[in-house]
């Protein structure tokens, strides 16, 4: 795992309570699990292509291409413990998104979606003590991804902006000081 990828997981392990212990638990699900993505993949194409917001994302023809790569992933977290491929994988994934222009509100806001129709799954298919178990788990899991690649959208910027001001030969502690200036009034504003 890059430098990188490895310092933010290492923040992030005990703020989302992470555990490998999730891997196992998706795991003894994997078949149960499975047998979900067809509905997490109508909910969630079904939801971004009807959004004015988010259609312009894709590209014509694109969406059955989508739907397996989807799958695939859906499909991964239910295999077992992940090591630092896997991770490094989602940061590879979070670099497409912010290529993309898949801005964190729609990404975070689709994570949510399909954590909801985990959820009713787990309801649905499992008694309460199980239905936690496995929600928590892939809840944990998924959202551990979302945040890293909600931090790539920073970690980008602020590279972009390092790179922009060696150029030019700016201060990094002018643009600190624009920064708090901009801040200050739109704090004001609100």
């Not at 969630?44 to 989807?70: C, M, P, Q, W």
């Not at 922009?164 to 000081?177: E, F, H």
């Amino acid at each position: 795992m890059s430098n990188k990828v490895k310092d933010l997981f290492e923040v992030l392990v005990p703020l989302m309570n992470y555990q490998d212990s999730d891997w196992r638990i998706l795991q003894q699900e994997a078949q149960q699990i499975a047998s979900w993505t067809p509905d997490i993949i109508d909910v969630f194409y079904n939801t971004v292509y009807a959004s004015d917001a988010t259609v312009g994302i894709f590209h014509e023809g694109e969406r059955k291409e989508l739907e397996k790569k989807l799958e695939n992933w859906v499909l991964s977290l239910a295999k077992g413990i992940q090591g630092d491929a896997f991770w490094e994988h989602q940061w590879f994934i979070a670099l497409m998104h912010v290529q993309r222009g898949v801005n964190n509100l729609y990404m975070l806001g689709m994570m949510n979606r399909i954590q909801q129709v985990v959820l009713v799954k787990c309801v649905e298919h499992y008694d309460k003590e199980k239905s936690f178990e496995v929600f928590n788990a892939f809840l944990r899991i998924s959202g551990a991804i979302s945040t890293l690649i909600a931090e790539c959208y920073g970690v980008v910027l602020e590279s972009c902006t390092q790179d922009a001001l060696s150029r030019v030969g700016m201060n990094p502690a002018l643009l600190q000081r624009i920064k708090s200036i901009q801040l200050k009034k739109m704090i004001e504003k609100v």
